[in-house]
């Protein structure tokens, strides 16, 4: 296996965890249930590993698909740039999950916000995640790319061609 299937093997696990994780969440704080609650923090702690998974194949995968036809410079760059913002904000999420984690266990009063808190934020973490993966998408699948995304990018097998 080379750099890009190891990389499209784990990309969509950090996208999948924080909407389960969400769900879950929404689903223990209509329960009133902390087990739940519990769970959900799991789930996006997953997701913040999943994150570091995806980061650490996506250069492998730069690797070999940057000298494929058809893909530029200009949709890895903007797709690296959205995954950055992405596995940040993931890695936050799994922060204050773990904080989460341990207030639930040790039965303090704020576990109640910090679930608020985290849900509210995985929507932010969801909205990146929408955005990392619609650039990634867009490297190989022209049928999803916005043609007027990247005008130059177009330019670029033109000139390839002279």
Do not use: C
């Amino acid at each position: 296996m080379n750099g890009a299937h190891w990389h499209l093997v784990v990309n969509h696990l950090p996208i999948i965890f924080p909407l389960v994780g969400m769900i879950v969440m929404v689903a223990g704080l209509l329960s009133k249930s902390d087990a739940v609650k519990r769970t959900a923090f799991m789930i996006f702690i997953l997701g913040a590993l999943a994150s570091i998974a995806a980061m650490t194949t996506g250069e492998g995968a730069e690797e070999v698909v940057e000298n494929i036809s058809g893909v530029t410079e200009n949709y890895i760059e903007s797709h690296e740039e959205t995954a950055e913002t992405f596995a940040l904000l993931s890695y936050i999420l799994g922060g204050i999950s773990v904080f989460g984690l341990w207030a639930g266990i040790n039965r303090k009063k704020l576990f109640g916000f910090i679930a608020i808190g985290a849900l509210v934020f995985s929507m932010l973490v969801l909205f990146f995640a929408k955005q990392t993966g619609t650039t990634g998408g867009e490297i190989r699948h022209t049928e999803i790319r916005n043609t007027n995304a990247f005008p130059a990018a177009q330019s670029d097998a033109e000139n390839e061609a002279d």
